[in-house]
């Protein structure tokens, strides 16, 4: 399953075509041992929405990259993906933030390309913004591979824990 999504430009003057983030664990807390499925139990990790909004105000797509194999197991609905995901917009809203576009991998193991460390999700983004070189993105995520495929693809990226402490940190160096 695939919609169209459609990723707005970098502004002229930023420092980078696309900012790539991974959701849980990097925007969110994770849910140790399953899935983040319930909207009221969405917590932003600290510092996440500043810097998000830092990279909002500097011009930058922000894109979210990630796997949500709960929708094909059954174990995820997509109600309560999309009451997430609404939330997670909601918070970030409180703090003048936003997602430009997200693209999301609804399989399960083996059954796809795009399922990270799988390169496919990064691939569809950069096929909906054309004018977007990946020497000239970035992605942050707190998994090896989420850094893996980007990487892969040319892309510069940070994972949390390992190359940096957090999304703010990160925003931080990348704004340099
Ligand atoms: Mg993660
Ligand atoms: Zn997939």
């Not at 919609?3 to 502004?11: G, L, S």
Request: hydrophobic share 45%; aromatic share 6%; glycine share 10%.
């Amino acid at each position: 399953m695939s919609e169209p999504v459609t990723i707005p430009p970098a502004r002229p003057d930023a420092l980078w075509d696309i900012v790539f983030l991974d959701r849980d664990g990097t925007l969110n807390e994770r849910v140790v041992g399953g899935y983040v499925d319930d909207p009221e139990r969405v917590v932003l990790l600290p510092g996440a929405a500043g810097a998000v909004a830092r990279l909002n105000a500097a011009g930058l797509p922000v894109v979210v990259v990630t796997n949500q194999r709960g929708l094909a197991t059954g174990r995820l609905s997509e109600e309560q993906y999309a009451a997430v995901t609404a939330r997670i917009a909601d918070l970030l809203a409180a703090r003048g933030a936003w997602i430009d576009a997200t693209f999301v991998c609804r399989h399960d193991h083996g059954q796809c390309d795009c399922r990270k460390p799988a390169d496919g999700l990064f691939r569809q983004a950069l096929a909906a913004a054309p004018w977007a070189d990946p020497a000239r993105c970035v992605m942050v995520g707190d998994m090896p591979g989420d850094v893996a495929p980007a990487r892969g693809l040319g892309i510069t990226a940070y994972q949390l824990g390992t190359d940096v402490p957090d999304l703010a940190a990160t925003v931080e160096r990348i704004l340099r």
